[in-house]
């Protein structure tokens, strides 16, 4: 089965992806991430008010092969968290687009954005 990617995200380097509305972006991990991982056991999410910069280390994904550090694609504050992730995390493979955004992050620096890639560059980088 082909690995989606929509196109109207923007993409980073360590599998995150960013769906901005208005000036929050919605910030969940790729499907390739949950492909790489295999089954998902433990998310670890920021806190709702956490000033965050890009690149921080804000969080973890855990599954039956690893651990990985979840960055902040953006700089901003944590306005929400999906917290039925913290819960139930093996339901980001069900829908890691949709349902299981990890966090969302009022927007402090616009121009992060322009340090994005488009899907294009993203499918570039994961198929290399």
């Not at 690995?3 to 980073?12: G, W």
């Not at 998310?43 to 973890?60: F, T, W």
């Not at 927007?107 to 322009?114: A, E, G, I, Q, T």
């Amino acid at each position: 089965m082909a690995l989606e990617y929509p196109a109207t995200l923007r993409y980073v380097d360590s599998h995150e992806y960013i769906r901005v509305e208005d000036n929050v972006a919605i910030v969940g991990i790729t499907a390739y991430a949950v492909d790489q991982l295999g089954d998902i056991v433990f998310v670890g999410l920021p806190e709702e008010g956490d000033s965050v910069d890009k690149g921080d280390a804000i969080g973890s994904v855990e599954s039956v092969k690893a651990v990985e550090d979840l960055y902040a694609p953006i700089s901003g504050t944590i306005v929400a968290i999906n917290e039925a992730l913290v819960d139930s995390p093996e339901n980001i493979a069900d829908d890691p687009y949709g349902d299981a955004w990890l966090f969302k992050v009022e927007m402090s620096n616009l121009d992060d954005l322009d340090e994005t890639m488009s899907v294009e560059d993203y499918k570039a980088m994961v198929d290399a």
